[in-house]
């Protein structure tokens, strides 16, 4: 699968660094933080690596984290007052620790929404990938018999 690319400005600089790659541009991201919601991206992203070592790191949307295999797994949003993780099918998805803390009300997802001293539940939220990921490769299984 190929990975997307963006260009990415070199800080302060004004000069187009060249193409640079999602992984790198979560690095930029995880960086220019600076505080505990830059810990907590990439705590979380280590635990997505973790659960899912095949995982495909995207940058979509004008700078949002994105972890696919076989689909999107998950999101990684950062916000004032909360790290965001939203799982694009976490509506069809088992939650028996009760991560689900956010965007309980629609149909398709589900986010965990992560405020500073929160601790993850991170065999939880591991599950939770690896139960994204299994939902993901069996719902392009049934695609590709069609």
């Known amino acids: 699968m190929k990975k997307a690319t963006a260009s990415m400005k070199k800080s302060g600089s004004g000069q187009e660094a060249e193409e640079a790659s999602p992984s790198q541009m979560i690095d930029a991201r995880i960086e220019e933080l600076k505080d505990w919601r830059g810990e907590t991206l990439a705590r979380a992203r280590a635990l997505i690596r973790q659960a899912e070592p095949d995982v495909v790191e ?7 984290p994105v972890w696919e295999r076989s689909g999107i797994i998950c999101t990684g949003e950062t916000y004032k007052s909360v790290v965001k993780l ?3 099918r976490g509506a069809a998805l088992e939650d028996p620790s009760g991560l689900f803390n956010s965007s309980l009300e629609g149909n398709t997802r589900r986010a965990i929404d ?4 929160d601790k993850i539940d991170e065999e939880a939220l591991k599950a939770l990938v690896r139960a994204a990921v299994a939902l993901n490769m069996s719902a392009k ?3 590709s018999k069609k």
């Open 114 to 117: 992560i405020h500073e001293n």
């Open 58 to 64: 995207e940058w979509k949307w004008r700078g949002v």
């Open 141 to 143: 299984a049934s695609r």
């Open 86 to 88: 939203t799982f694009a």
